[in-house]
């Protein structure tokens, strides 16, 4: 398998550092609201990955951690140790406490990426529960020499390390110089790229106090440290996480292209000031999503939610086969009309299946079907092992469902194959349906206005029909209707 390592900037033969077992990190998301679709095709690239490693043969132990404290508002912006604790603000803004934000976007996310079909990671952990791994790392690399203690918190001197940065490379680096000139930053900061490990709730690190102390602005998460009343940097929470779960030195860590410049740039210091050593092999990161064809933000109106599909009447999973369409590594554009043609896509495939799988018929396998199946095999394999190239393992599969195959061995393949996609296809069960009367005068109407060449209103109640959950399609044999809701088993 050839996958492409950030850290290396090139396509490189992935070799585990224990074969057959390969340690997996994922950055998972910060619980302050809910991940938008950018966010999700973050982590259906990253379980593709462990989906193909397993197919591979390797033994993952995945490992993605929620972050829920110490991510501030300022990476917005460039700069990860300014501005609002994320869901502090949540907290604020929803009358709530943190911890109940937290606890909610956390729920939500659990739910929403089994919609997806994403498989639970081995180890699903949160910064809150580890605070003292936090703390005691804090202090290792503060007994090496790379920290610095100001009124604000602890940081870590990026000048002792004279490899900071290699992960992004020099552009990377004089991109970020150019986004903080226009910072304000804590003037006890002795370099700009200096970054928090500990951040004091009140200047000096003292506790608060309820005679001189705005209540308001009481922090719902904080701890005691050696240092002070605070909480952790963001980044910080990753290194302590990935060291207790995978060790020091692991296979892969993922995450956005976003984490490259700061996020992971900063692991890999600390990691590095504490162990002498890079703490993954190989770094892999998946490209931004936009809209429209432009960036994604609240802002913008454009930022949407795995709910908000939901409520134009999608399923996720059209929004998973859409993501699979193109490579991780490629900008992907996200329309309506493009989530609508995964949908009936979606929809079409699993009409394929599913006659597939309920031929009763049995051909006998010639020498030549039996080589077009090692093909399909073949080109699958090599599409998975092509740095994961979904879009050429989605036409492998949609190719050896119209082929002359016999319908088992189609099916069989179906299965092999959606054990990388994800797409639940092994889980498609035929079923029987009723069409309402009301569907059945719309589509004899339809047919009225086609015979009379009306195709203009003809569409429109096709449309309507969609709308009511059902597809209407002409073929020769006549008018075909099919439920347009997932026929998955409960």
Not at 110 to 115: I, L, M, N, P, Q
Not at 121 to 133: C, E, K, L, Q, Y
Request: negative net charge; charged residues 30%.
């Amino acid at each position: 398998m050839r996958i492409y390592n950030t850290l290396t900037r090139r396509l490189e033969d992935f070799s585990p550092i224990k074969p057959p077992r390969v340690g997996l990190y994922t950055c998972g998301p910060t619980v302050y609201y809910y991940p938008h679709i950018g966010n999700w095709r973050t982590f259906v690239f990253e379980d593709v990955l462990r989906r193909a490693l397993i197919f591979l043969g390797y033994d993952v132990v995945h490992v993605m951690n929620i972050t829920d404290v110490g991510h501030l508002t300022g990476d917005n912006v460039g700069d990860a140790d300014v501005g609002e604790d994320r869901i502090e603000k949540a907290a604020k803004q929803e009358g709530k406490t943190a911890w109940e934000v937290a606890r909610f976007y956390t729920k939500d996310f659990v739910e929403s990426r089994t919609k997806l079909n994403i498989l639970p990671p081995t180890h699903f952990v949160s910064a809150t529960d580890h605070i003292g791994d936090q703390i005691a790392l804090i202090k290792k690399i503060e007994e090496k020499g790379f920290t610095y203690v100001t009124d604000l918190g602890v940081y870590f001197d990026v000048s002792k390390l004279p490899s900071y940065g290699i992960l992004g490379g020099q552009k990377m680096i004089d991109k970020r110089v150019a986004t903080r000139e226009e910072l304000k930053e804590d003037p006890q900061k002795r370099n700009p790229f200096d970054f928090a490990l500990w951040k004091f709730s009140y200047v000096g690190g003292r506790s608060f106090n309820p005679q001189t102390d705005d209540p308001s602005n009481r922090r719902h998460m904080e701890w005691d440290s050696p240092w002070g009343v605070g909480f952790p940097g963001w980044h910080i929470e990753c290194s302590a996480m990935s060291m207790k779960y995978l060790g020091e030195q692991f296979d892969i860590h993922t995450g956005g292209v976003d984490h490259i410049a700061i996020h992971h740039t900063n692991e890999i210091a600390q990691s590095l000031a504490a162990t002498g050593k890079i703490p993954a092999k190989y770094w892999m990161h998946g490209e931004f999503l936009k809209v429209d064809g432009r960036r994604m933000g609240k802002s913008l109106g454009n930022a949407y939610t795995l709910h908000d599909i939901e409520d134009k009447g999608y399923e996720p999973l059209a929004l998973r086969y859409l993501y699979l369409g193109a490579h991780y590594r490629d900008t992907l554009n996200f329309t309506w009309r493009s989530i609508d043609a995964a949908q009936k896509s979606l929809d079409n495939l699993r009409d394929l299946v599913l006659s597939a799988k309920t031929d009763k018929n049995r051909t006998i396998l010639s020498s030549e079907k039996e080589r077009k199946i090692n093909d399909f095999s073949t080109s699958f394999r090599d599409a998975v092992e092509d740095d994961l190239n979904t879009s050429k393992a989605l036409a492998v599969l949609w190719q050896a469902l119209k082929s002359n195959i016999p319908s088992e061995d189609k099916y069989d393949l179906v299965l092999t194959f959606d054990e990388v996609l994800g797409l639940g296809l092994s889980s498609l069960e035929s079923e029987l349906f009723e069409i309402p009367k009301e569907v059945e005068d719309l589509i004899r109407k339809r047919e009225s206005l086609r015979k009379a060449g009306d195709f203009k209103a003809a569409d429109e109640l096709r449309e309507r029909i969609e709308s009511m959950g059902f597809r209407v399609e002409d073929t020769a044999a006549g008018i075909r209707v099919t439920p347009r809701k997932s026929r998955i088993e409960k």
